[in-house]
């Protein structure tokens, strides 16, 4: 079974500060991905890896960063954490190529910056 | 930019009744998704086709690329389909490089 973790699953920060979402995966994909979901906006695209020291830019890349040490693990980080960066981030894993292609997400992480 | 607009925007539906779900996007997609989200929780790929018919129980997608729009039928329907159903449009190989709809809410009551 696919399986996406990520941690935290809810985190409170203060305007300024640094935050790391983190996003395991064991299905061996090399593509990993990191959306937002805002009431309003569906989900967009902040950034994405093709594998381990890969990081492209997505949609909506301003005021993130992002890290792929390793097949496994793909983080984003906010050096600033900003109120308008409240939102529930998902990560999702996908092969390579579009012919088997499925994505599997995690459950999600609820992040609030006040 | 390139822009996926689902409808209805929600559906309520006596169990056992079908649902056509409507998605429109703006650009020549490859491919065109669907995903379920449980209320407050992940999301699960549905089906994935840039062109035709394609089955998968009690659900049909259908894409229709040169109209630019595609539908999900869910037959029979169920209170555990209850949840929100994305639409989202790939263009390109790359899986995941997604422009999702903001959704049609589907209530199914018994």
């Known amino acids: 079974e696919a399986a996406v973790t990520q941690s935290p699953r809810n985190k409170v920060a203060v305007t300024g500060g640094k935050v790391t979402l983190s996003c395991n995966q064991t299905n061996n994909h090399n593509n990993m991905y990191w959306y937002r979901q805002d009431t309003g906006h569906g989900l967009r695209l902040i950034h994405y890896?093709?594998?381990?020291?890969s990081t492209e830019k997505g949609d909506i890349p301003d005021g993130y960063k992002a890290s792929r040490p390793s097949q496994e693990n793909f983080s984003l980080i906010l050096e600033l954490a900003t109120p308008s960066q409240t939102s529930v981030y998902f990560c999702a894993s996908g092969r390579r190529d579009w012919g088997v292609g499925q994505l599997y997400f995690g459950e999600g992480s609820k992040l609030t910056v006040l | 930019g390139q822009q996926v607009q689902q409808s209805p925007a929600s559906l309520v539906l006596q169990e056992g009744e079908n649902a056509e779900l409507q998605c429109n996007f703006s650009?020549?997609?490859?491919?065109l998704q669907w995903f379920y989200q449980r209320p407050g929780g992940s999301l699960v790929s549905l089906l994935s086709n840039p062109s035709g018919t394609k089955h998968t129980g009690r659900l049909t997608s259908t894409t229709v690329t040169k109209e630019r729009r595609g539908s999900l039928h869910i037959s029979s329907s169920q209170i555990t389909d209850s949840g929100t159903y994305l639409c989202a449009m790939g263009t390109g190989a790359n899986t995941g490089k997604l422009t999702f709809g903001h959704g049609t809410i589907l209530r199914v009551h018994p």
């Open positions: 650009s020549t997609a490859t491919r």
């Open positions: 890896s093709y594998g381990a020291g």
